[in-house]
């Protein structure tokens, strides 16, 4: 993988096999339009890695904060387990369309933008209470589409999701007030000043810069 333009806002991606082409930014990926035949393998297989990269943020924060309250572990190996169903029920329906592992470039922003955020707080901020959140609208978005679709498999895959990131992002608002009213103004102030970090990298994401 390419060194980052700026290393105070990602670090290194994960791991990846031959099979994986990773892009930096959205510009970089296959965009495939809605009547294109491929259109709904691209999008399957970019869901399963964004899931994937949802486990290993996870996992990360369970070993790069092994003193966090035993709760907050509990629920973030819960998470864990969460994003690996979700990464083989979309491998699952990617394969059943005749879709195969890396048949579509892929993107490793989320885990190089929060595990570049050097506190707990700032992750569960970035991760779950932004990039959940938001994942939760897009969800609910193609659940309504699948129905209108009358294509039930897609729903019943979707709301499955839906029900799991829901509890993401409940735990983590729990969490982060609690850990910011044990932690004080300091946790504050990490809690904003990754939101900050992340806003900024996320930008070069999703415009015309480059990350890669």
Known sequence: MSTPVDPRLFAEGPARDARFVVRGSWAEMTNIP?????????FLHRQMHEELNGLEIAARNLTDFPDAPWQLRLAIARQCWDEARHVELFRRDCERLGGTVGEFPVLCFQYRIVTRIDSLVGRLAVQNRSFEAAGVDAIQYGIERARADSDPRMEALLDTQLADEVQHVR???????????????????????????????????AGAGRVT
């Not at 809605?34 to 691209?42: A, S």
């Not at 983590?172 to 939101?195: C, D, H, S």
Request: no cysteine.
């Open 34 to 42: 809605p009547d294109d035949p491929r259109h709904r393998r691209e």
């Open 171 to 205: 735990y983590a608002n729990t969490w982060v007030k609690q850990l910011i009213e044990m932690g004080g103004p300091r946790t504050t102030f990490a809690a904003a000043r990754a939101v900050a970090q992340a806003t900024e990298a996320f930008t070069l994401v």
